[in-house]
C-alpha cells in the first residue's frame, strides 16, 4: 500500500483495499461478473465520512472515481477509486409520515423488511437485491409502477458529496437544480449517501405469475397486449419469455421449453386480481400458475428472477406501441432457434407513470407505453454475437421507439443512446448540471452523461 492509500486508510472506518488484499476482490464484483470493476483502490465504505474521503482521495489524485452498490447495473468498469457502498446499508422507518431513509448500499430487500411490519411498502422493482438508491436514480419502474409513478418521483431528499467534496442536502427548496437531475439522471452528479423516500400503504398485493407454453400458445405476447390496453392502473404487470436449456438440473416441464410468464403484481384485492387476469387464464393452456394474494414482503416471488450472479447484457427500448408483428418477431427472437439464449421482456408502462410528478424531475419518455427489453447471459467468445443478436431482436421495434431506458440498459452505451433517455432539453440541462458539480468528469458513473464543455470568458 502506498503512502497516500496508508493515509486515506487513517482517515476511513471501512477498510482501503489494493490488489492482492484479501477482500479486494469480493470488493469489486457484484451481481454482474461481465467486466468487472478493477480499481486501483476500494474504499469499502462504512458511512459519510468515509465516502467523503474517497472522494476527496480521487479528486486530489485527479483520478476516475465510481460507486457500487451490490453491482446489478455495472455497465463500464473504472481503474480508478471504486467507492463500495455494500456496507452502508441501514433504512430507517417513520411509519408516521410514510417515509424511510435509505442509505447508500440499501438493497430493496432491506427497506422492504423495515417497511413491512408498518403495512407499507417502497416502490421497489422487480428483484429485491437491487440496490434502492441506483434504481431510483435512474427513475424506478416497481410493481406498483402504474399505480403510483416512479420511484423517482417519490423521493424526498438526497444527501448528496459532489466532487469538490461538499457534502449537500438536496431538496427543491435547497437545490432545485440538483434535486431534478439526480432524480432520473442517474449517478452522474455526486455520490450519494442516502435517500428519504416516500413508502405507501400497501401491505399486500395480489401477484405472481402465469406461464404458458409458447409452441401451445404462440399468439401469447399479443394476446397479454390486448389485455393490457384495458386494464386499470393499479394493474402493473410485464411478459419475460425464454427457452430454457434442456439440462438436468432444471425442473423437467420447463427442459427444452420456449416459456412466456407473465408477471402480475396488483395493488387489489385477490377477488379483483383473479376477475382481471381470468382473460389470461384463459389464452391457453397455463403450465405453471402462482397467482395469489401475497404479503408485500414476498413480492420478489412475482418475476422470480435468478439470483445468482452471473455475466449478462441487456438492450432495451420504450416504445409507444406494440405491433403484432413487431411481437411474434420478440417471440422468434426468444425461442429456440435464438443465436445465443436471449430473454425478452415486455412491461406494461403508462398510468402514474404517464403523469408528471408534483415536483418535476429529469425522468425521461413519461409518454412511452411499454419498455421492450432484451437480455443474454454472455459466455466466453460470444460478446459481438449477443449485441448482433439484441440489434436484431430490437429492430422491429424502431419504428415505435421513443428512446431506452438506462436502468434497464446492462451493458456499455454510446452517447446517442445515453441522450436518448431523455427528453432534448433535459439532457442538456443535466450535462450543465454536470459542468457545474464535476466539470473534468472525473465521477464515473455507469451511463456517463458528460459535461458541456467548460466556457472560456
Ligand atoms: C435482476 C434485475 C432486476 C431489475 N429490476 C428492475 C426493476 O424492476 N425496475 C427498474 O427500474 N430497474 C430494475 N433493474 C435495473 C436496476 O435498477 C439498475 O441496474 C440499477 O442501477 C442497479 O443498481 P445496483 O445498486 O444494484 O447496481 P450497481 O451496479 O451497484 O450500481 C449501478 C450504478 O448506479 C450508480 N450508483 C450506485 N450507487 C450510487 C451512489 N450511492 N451514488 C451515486 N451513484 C450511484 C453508479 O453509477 C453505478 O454504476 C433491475 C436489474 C436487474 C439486474
New binding site residues.
Given amino acids: 500500500m502506498s503512502t497516500t492509500t496508508k493515509q486515506l486508510q487513517e482517515r476511513t472506518q471501512g477498510a482501503v483495499l489494493v490488489p492482492g488484499d484479501e477482500e479486494y476482490d469480493g470488493h469489486r464484483t457484484?451481481?454482474?461478473l461481465l467486466d468487472p470493476h478493477r480499481p486501483s483502490v476500494i474504499v469499502a465504505a462504512r458511512s459519510e465520512t468515509d465516502v467523503r474521503a474517497a472522494v476527496e482521495f480521487a479528486a486530489g489524485s485527479r483520478s476516475p472515481v465510481?460507486?457500487?452498490?451490490?453491482?446489478?447495473?455495472?455497465?463500464s468498469p473504472t481503474e480508478g477509486v471504486l467507492i463500495n457502498?455494500r456496507h452502508m446499508s441501514a433504512v430507517r422507518v417513520d411509519p408516521r409520515s410514510r417515509v424511510a431513509w435509505v442509505e447508500?448500499?440499501a438493497?430493496w430487500r432491506h427497506v422492504v423488511e423495515a417497511a413491512a411490519p408498518h403495512g407499507l411498502a417502497p416502490l421497489s422493482?422487480?428483484?429485491p437485491?437491487?440496490?434502492a438508491?441506483?434504481?431510483t436514480?435512474?427513475?424506478?419502474?416497481?410493481?406498483l409502477a402504474r399505480r403510483y409513478g416512479f420511484?423517482a418521483d417519490h423521493v424526498r431528499r438526497i444527501d448528496l458529496i459532489t466532487l469538490d467534496a461538499r457534502q449537500h442536502q438536496v431538496t427543491e427548496e435547497a437545490d432545485p437544480d440538483l434535486f431534478w437531475a439526480l432524480r432520473g439522471g442517474?449517478?452522474n452528479f455526486?455520490?450519494?449517501?442516502g435517500m428519504e423516500i416516500d413508502l405507501f400503504p400497501v401491505a399486500r398485493i395480489y401477484g405472481g405469475n402465469l406461464a404458458f407454453d409458447v409452441q401451445q400458445v404462440p399468439e401469447v405476447l399479443d394476446a397479454w397486449r390486448r389485455w393490457s390496453t384495458g386494464v386499470p392502473e393499479e394493474m402493473t404487470s410485464a411478459v419475460t419469455m425464454l427457452t430454457y436449456p434442456d439440462l438436468p438440473m432444471l425442473p423437467e416441464p420447463l427442459r427444452g421449453r420456449h416459456v412466456a410468464q407473465l408477471a402480475i403484481s396488483y395493488a387489489g384485492s385477490r377477488e379483483e386480481g383473479d376477475r382481471l387476469v381470468a382473460p389470461l387464464r384463459s389464452i391457453g393452456p397455463v403450465m405453471n400458475d402462482t397467482l395469489r394474494e401475497l404479503p408485500y414482503a414476498e413480492s420478489g416471488s412475482v418475476?422470480a428472477?435468478p439470483d445468482q450472479p452471473h455475466t449478462y447484457r441487456s438492450r432495451n427500448l420504450l416504445v409507444n406501441d406494440l405491433d403484432p408483428q413487431a411481437l411474434a418477431d420478440l417471440t422468434k427472437a426468444a425461442g429456440p432457434s435464438a443465436p445465443v439464449m436471449t430473454v425478452a421482456g415486455v412491461r406494461h408502462l403508462g398510468g402514474a407513470l404517464a403523469r408528471e410528478p408534483r415536483i418535476a424531475n429529469a425522468v425521461g419518455h413519461r409518454d412511452a407505453a411499454y419498455a421492450v427489453s432484451v437480455l443474454s447471459p454472455v459466455q466466453e467468445g460470444e460478446r459481438e454475437l449477443v449485441a448482433e443478436t439484441h440489434r436484431d431482436a430490437l429492430a422491429p421495434f424502431a419504428g415505435a421507439a421513443l428512446g431506452c431506458?438506462l436502468?434497464?440498459a446492462?451493458g456499455p452505451l454510446g452517447e446517442d443512446e445515453i441522450r436518448s433517455a431523455f427528453a432534448p432539453a433535459d439532457y442538456d440541462r443535466l450535462r450543465e448540471i454536470k459542468r457545474r458539480h464535476d466539470p473534468d468528469g472525473l465521477l464515473h458513473?455507469?451511463?456517463p452523461i458528460p459535461p458541456t464543455a467548460a466556457r472560456t470568458s
Fill in positions: 457484484g451481481f454482474q465510481a460507486v457500487q452498490a451490490s453491482g446489478h447495473g455495472l455497465a457502498t447508500a448500499g438493497t422493482g422487480s428483484f437485491g437491487v440496490g438508491i441506483s434504481y436514480l435512474g427513475g424506478g419502474v416497481g410493481l420511484a442517474g449517478g455526486g455520490v450519494v449517501t418475476f428472477e431506458s436502468n434497464f446492462f458513473a455507469n451511463h
